[in-house]
């Protein structure tokens, strides 16, 4: 059975307006997802995901606070990334960009969260993984 993720972005200004939507398909996929409640606050709220680099096929993240991801070790993590409130972290295979996680040398084995903040931070994490 074939999963399609559809990321969405769109521009408006005085030159009118853009909208562009990516659907990335795999017919051998496994989605990673969840929806996290960080309290206020919280250091280091382990979430199990996985997955190698040549296998991430689009990843989007979305909090309603900042909170920082700490990838593969809460102490010595491979990359360390600030998803700022409101502002969705996005990467899709092909996009032209490089793969975010670069320190992980292309394996992500856990994530660590954590919210500094006043308020409870609401995490939506996605990912398409192909098998």
Not at 107 to 131: C, H, K, M, P
């Amino acid at each position: 059975m074939a999963i399609t993720h559809t990321i969405a972005q769109g521009w408006g200004g005085s030159a009118g307006s853009l909208s562009a939507s990516v659907g990335v398909t795999s017919t051998n996929a496994n989605e990673q997802n969840f929806s996290a409640t960080l309290a206020a606050p919280t250091t280091n709220q382990q979430r199990d995901v996985q997955w190698a680099q040549a296998k991430l096929l689009a990843v989007y993240i979305l909090s309603d606070q900042d909170v920082v991801l700490k990838v593969n070790s809460s102490s010595s993590p491979t990359d360390t990334i600030t998803i700022k409130a409101s502002y969705p972290f996005c990467w899709i295979k092909g996009c032209g960009l490089p793969y975010p996680f670069t320190g992980t040398a292309g394996t992500v084995t856990t994530t660590y969260w954590s919210n500094s903040g006043s308020a409870v931070a609401n995490v939506e994490f996605r990912s398409l993984i192909d098998q």
